[in-house]
């Protein structure tokens, strides 16, 4: 059976934040790490060379494969901001249609800058994510 290829590591959450070239991508970083941290109640962890992950939860899919993954985090891409969302993000409980500018993908959330999105509504979306992923691996 395959492990994940990126796994937790000991990096410095704080020196790859404060490494992020373009101003404007540093600055939403920090802003998606204070709320993240605070959603979650948990310290960040670097997952890889390039995304924050906050919390883990243990998965086991009906193939078999199983392993430990980030309840919830994101990365600053060149592109967007990518925010993961562990749960079905198709689920009729999350409300995209508030948010402002952002693109979906299978479980992520893609965000230009955060000056584009309405901040409360982001909030609780990640919340919402939270508490569907934990529903569902429990």
């Not at 982001?122 to 529903?135: D, V």
């Amino acid at each position: 059976m395959s492990q994940n290829k990126t796994l937790p590591t000991r990096k410095s959450v704080e020196l790859f934040l404060n490494g992020i070239v373009d101003d404007q991508k540093r600055q939403d970083s920090w802003v998606l790490f204070e709320m993240l941290r605070e959603i979650t109640g948990k310290a960040a962890q670097m997952w890889g060379n390039s995304i924050i992950g906050f919390d883990t939860y243990h998965y086991k899919y009906a193939s078999g494969r199983e392993g430990d993954w980030m309840l919830t985090g994101f990365s600053p891409r060149k592109k967007a901001l990518s925010i993961y969302l562990m749960c079905d993000i198709s689920h009729n409980s999350l409300d995209f249609e508030s948010l402002g500018k952002h693109k979906k993908g299978k479980g992520c959330l893609y965000i230009k800058k955060l000056g584009d999105v309405h901040l409360p509504t982001l909030k609780k979306i990640i919340q919402q994510s939270i508490a569907l992923t934990k529903e569902m691996y429990q």
